[in-house]
């Protein structure tokens, strides 16, 4: 059989979609939290076999378990105001620093550590302060 240009062109275009539908599908496959162990390998098995395993696969396959959206980091800090705790957080803190007993350095850190706590509550911050206070 002899191979000149045009049937080299004409193998590499239709082979080019075919690796890119396989390799759309095994990454998807890859890469979703719900397809683990038997299932997954069921799915990369279909998609192995030529194209039509891999249109299956991309036609039939089960929607995404819904979840919540995971936060980066300052995502929603602006669209969302302070709340009710976090205000009287940011104001424990003013008095203190009014009375003397926070630096305006710890001030600072103790004003961003609330912030960042509405984006991202960790534990509460009152009782440090409040420690604080008493010492």
């Known amino acids: 059989m002899r191979m000149d240009v045009w049937s080299v062109f004409g ?3 239709a082979a080019t979609p075919v690796c890119l539908l396989w390799g759309l599908a095994l990454t998807d496959i890859h890469g979703r939290e719900d397809l683990r162990g ?3 390998a069921a799915w990369a098995l279909v998609v192995l076999v030529p194209l039509v395993g891999a249109l299956v696969y991309l036609a039939r396959r089960p929607p995404r378990s819904p979840g919540p959206p995971a936060l980066r980091w300052g995502e929603g800090a602006s669209a969302r ?3 009710p705790q976090q205000a009287q957080r940011l104001a424990l803190l003013a008095e203190l620093r009014g009375r ?3 630096s305006a350095g710890q001030f600072e850190i103790e004003q961003a550590t609330v912030l960042e ?3 991202f509550p960790v534990g509460p911050l009152v009782h440090r302060v409040g420690a604080r206070e008493t010492a």
């Open 38 to 40: 038997v299932r997954a």
């Open 11 to 13: 193998w590499v275009v």
């Open 81 to 83: 105001p302070v709340g």
């Open 117 to 119: 706590q509405h984006v």
């Open 100 to 102: 003397g007993l926070l």
